[in-house]
Nanobody, 129 residues
Framework: QVQLVESGGGLVQAGGSLRLSCAASGRTFSSYAMGWFRQAAGKEREFVATTVWSGGSVYYTYYADSVKGRFTISRDNAKNTAYLQMNSLKPEDTAVYYC???????????????????WGQGTQVAVSS
């Protein structure tokens, strides 16, 4: 079992920045794919970014088009923590942000919710105009 706890959400003005953190339990964190999703009020949960183990110490990252160039996903395996650095925030980024994890070898399509086995409780991000 893997438990995920997000933190770092809050209220920020448009153009500002926030960094979300996702602390994970478990001893095999380094071999897990870690993703971020978000869900705005009245909308479906959508993919934001993911980091996937590519072997050795290499990880590749993938982003939704809507956040590419503004958001950066990273991870610190020594701390069992994944991060989402969000810059140039827009009002349309307002949502509850969820961290998700899946064993790398079992990961399906990286943008699909069903590909991830473990989810955090979410952290609210609000961007004012």
């Amino acid at each position: 079992q893997v438990q995920l706890v997000e933190s770092g959400g809050g209220l920020v003005q448009a153009g500002g920045s926030l960094r979300l953190s996702c602390a994970a339990s478990g001893r095999t964190f380094s071999s897990y794919a870690m993703g971020w999703f978000r869900q705005a009020a009245g909308k479906e949960r959508e993919f934001v970014a993911t980091t996937v183990w590519s072997g050795g110490s290499v990880y590749y990252t993938y982003y939704a088009d809507s956040v590419k160039g503004r958001f950066t996903i990273s991870r610190d395996n020594a701390k069992n923590t994944a991060y989402l650095q969000m810059n140039s925030l827009k009002p349309e980024d307002t949502a509850v942000y969820y961290c998700a994890a899946a064993p790398n070898e079992a990961l399906g399509v990286i943008t699909r919710l069903s590909s991830y086995d473990y989810w955090g409780q979410g952290t609210q991000v609000a961007v004012s105009s």
